[in-house]
């Protein structure tokens, strides 16, 4: 992981903050790489943003030190409090470092409901991301058919589940 982590600062360039490519005048003095002054037209659109997946017990230092946003991966099939209260820890900690505020996105291999999304956003989280091809044994819902089939019923039913949570 150290290694990973190294790769991640020399990329950066700066220890993680950002922006390269959009000053006037740009200089770099990484570990493989050193150029002094130079200034470059066109600039770069923003970067698109680093987010970084986990539950384990260093990830919010990860995200706080490297990333853009969080991905919530549940061990188990749901979320706990514990897990959902880690959202605000992010952010407490992200504003105490002089980050921006992190976004916050969680997976489900659930099939949700209404309730299970208002109480992800309860505690903060802005994106759900419902795994449909990760269907679990038992799973039942009609029409039966092969996994195919019932993974067209899964997106049909979050289709209507999204529709629901925006019209609420």
């Known amino acids: 992981m150290k290694r990973v982590q190294q790769r991640l600062k020399d990329r950066a360039g700066t220890g993680g903050e950002g922006g390269e490519g959009t000053a006037e005048v740009a200089a770099y003095h990484g570990r493989h790489v050193d150029f002094g002054p130079l200034q470059s037209w066109p600039k770069p659109d923003p970067q698109p943003p ?6 384990g017990p260093r990830v919010l230092d990860r995200v706080v030190a490297y990333g853009d946003g969080w991905i919530m991966m549940p061990f188990e099939s749901a979320y706990t409090d514990a897990d959902l209260a880690r959202v605000e820890e992010l952010r407490q900690r992200a ?3 002089g980050r921006p505020r992190p976004s ?12 299970f999304i208002e109480r992800l956003e309860s505690f903060g ?10 269907l679990r044994e038992g799973t ?3 029409p039966d058919g092969s996994t195919a089939d019932v993974q067209r ?5 979050c ?5 629901e949570w925006r019209q609420r």
């Not at 680093?50 to 539950?55: E, H, P, S």
């Not at 997976?107 to 409901?113: E, S, V």
């Not at 019923?153 to 039913?157: D, E, H, Q, T």
């Open 125 to 134: 989280v802005e994106r759900t991301i419902f795994l449909v091809s990760s």
């Open 159 to 163: 289709a209507a589940l999204v529709e």
């Open 95 to 97: 504003k105490l470092a």
């Open 50 to 55: 680093v987010l970084i997946g986990g539950m």
């Open 104 to 115: 916050v996105s969680a997976i489900t291999t659930l099939l949700p409901d209404l309730e």
């Open 153 to 157: 019923a899964v997106l049909a039913r």
């Open 140 to 142: 039942v819902i009609e």
